[in-house]
């Protein structure tokens, strides 16, 4: 299936859910924040949010500092 992550498509396999994709991108450790569709979808909810062929994904790390 065809996502458009941070701007860039990616071929994925059909049904992978958001926590899913994390592990994908080698994220799985670090403060994020997802948005499907312009819509912002809870961590709580990864294990349970699956994607649909087409949907836009934003993915933004969390950065420390001072």
Known sequence: MELVI???TEQL???IN???LIEH???ANERLAMEVNQEIVPR???DSH????GDRIEIVRA???G
Not at 50 to 53: G, Q, Y
């Open 6 to 8: 941070n701007g860039k």
């Open 13 to 15: 396999p059909d049904g």
């Open 18 to 20: 958001a926590a899913q």
């Open 25 to 27: 991108l080698g994220l």
């Open 44 to 46: 709580s909810s990864f």
């Open 50 to 53: 699956c994607f649909k062929a």
């Open 63 to 65: 950065i420390g500092g």
